[in-house]
């Protein structure tokens, strides 16, 4: 058992609530149940219980055991100094303030429904793929949906705040923030990290200086990936190991290491070289990629903005010096839908959050709402329990859910968990 099933009997008072009495045999009243506190602190604030003859005001604290009370060391934590009721599953010891007053104890191992606590335990202690695997479906649908939509903008919430960090670095840049993030997404998982760190090494506005110049962009990008720190075969990359050499000195730039970069075990289309390639060929042909996305209304919209299509050296090269056949390469559906959820919605979200304007946020949830469900293992599994999947907004939730909540059995903290249980 943990402490969170405590505070969801305490937050839906699903226990024996006649003739409550402290351990000391105190009578209590609760005049006011206090307000859920996730942070740091005692779990409950604002509380107001009259015990015996005296009304109080102040917290509520909770634990398996009250001797969890000096192994949590709350006894030199000044903010439990104002708890004024301690609930807990057993008083195993009684536990006393630092003037020496004893802190009135609720106890609730015999309070709490036998049924109640048999299906928490059995949702506890079972070794299924989610906990709830044999009561989901026991919530209705509503239900599921409304909790769900919420978990959804957590996952929102979650995922801009490195936004924010980097915008408070950066004196709220939105097209500077925005281009780093972008030009994290086009790394395709593995090598998200050494883009990253690629954009941070070369401003925007350095780019945006030779916009017009597809080769000195080229150069510039594939000079600071550390790309271009040999000697080459090919007339092409000779011309933007040339072209970096010069720009390099002009802005004092020190490149990442090529070995930063991984090629093996990936489509040679993901090759961060065709990557990179594709980043150039969209910042030459886009003005104001943040401002353009904040445009944005329909899926098709975010697809002509990324539409990338390198020409001339890359059509028949996926890496320097070694020839391929003639392809086009473009950004793939797959590929779009990625930058779409990881990067064009977040920022739409936190734009009309921080600007106070609901129609970027609305847009933002639209946009994935119009795009087809992720198809991964963890998608697979919700839909052999019976969960439609339809759209990325539905399998956005679900991933949240289940690393979020069910992988961390937060069943307590979960609204389709507390339904069962109610």
């Known amino acids: 058992m943990r402490e969170d099933f405590l505070h969801f009997l305490w937050r839906f008072k699903r226990f024996e609530l006649t003739q409550l009495t402290t351990t000391e045999n105190e009578r209590i009243h609760i005049l006011n149940w206090g307000n859920h506190n996730t942070d740091a602190g005692p779990d409950f604030s604002h509380a107001k ?24 060391q709350h006894q030199t934590d000044k903010a439990y100094d104002t708890v004024i009721l301690h609930v807990v599953l057993e008083e195993d010891e009684p536990i006393f303030r630092k003037n ?19 299906t928490y335990l059995k949702i506890w202690n079972n070794t299924h793929w989610i906990a709830c695997q044999n009561q989901f479906h026991t919530v209705n649908e509503l239900t599921r949906h409304n909790w769900l939509d919420r978990v959804l903008i957590e996952r929102l919430e979650r995922k801009t705040k490195s936004i924010k960090d980097r915008l408070a670095f950066t004196a709220n840049d939105w097209e500077e923030v925005f281009y780093q993030f972008l030009a994290r997404n086009f790394g395709v998982s593995v090598n998200t ?25 080229e150069a510039l990008l594939f000079g600071q990936a550390g790309l271009l720190n040999r000697n080459f075969e090919d007339a092409y990359p000779q011309q933007l190991k040339k072209e970096y050499e010069f720009l390099q000195q002009k802005y004092s730039l020190v490149s990442l290491n090529e070995e930063s970069w991984k090629f093996s075990r990936m489509r040679p289309a993901n ?15 886009t003005h104001h990629l943040f401002s353009k996305a904040l ?54 979200f936190l734009y009309g959050k921080e600007h106070q304007q609901e129609s970027f946020k609305k847009q933002a949830l639209q946009l994935l709402e119009e795009l087809p469900a992720e198809k991964n293992s963890i998608i697979s599994k919700w839909q052999e329990l019976g969960v439609s999947v339809e759209n990325a907004f539905q399998s956005q939730a679900l991933l949240e859910q289940k690393k979020y909540y069910c992988d961390q059995k937060k069943c307590m903290q979960c609204g389709i968990g507390a339904a069962i249980l109610k």
């Open 193 to 217: 990290t050494p883009f990253e760190l690629l954009a941070q090494s070369l401003s925007l506005s350095i780019l945006l200086k030779h916009k017009d110049q597809l080769i000195q962009l």
């Open 271 to 285: 090759f961060p070289s065709i990557r990179i390639a594709q980043f150039a060929r969209l910042i030459h042909q």
């Open 49 to 72: 219980i009259q015990i015996g003859d005296t009304t109080w005001a102040g917290n509520v604290e909770m634990h398996l055991q009250s001797s969890d009370w000096y192994k949590h």
């Open 100 to 118: 020496g007053e004893r802190i009135p104890c609720l106890e609730l191992k015999e309070r709490i429904p036998s049924k109640l606590k048999n």
């Open 295 to 348: 445009a944005i209304q329909s899926i098709k919209e975010v697809e002509a903005m990324l539409q990338a299509q390198i020409t001339g050296y890359w059509e028949t090269h996926y890496v320097f010096d070694k020839a391929s056949t003639k392809r086009k390469k473009t950004l793939g559906k797959n590929m779009i839908r990625l930058i779409t959820i990881n990067t064009i919605v977040p920022f739409l």
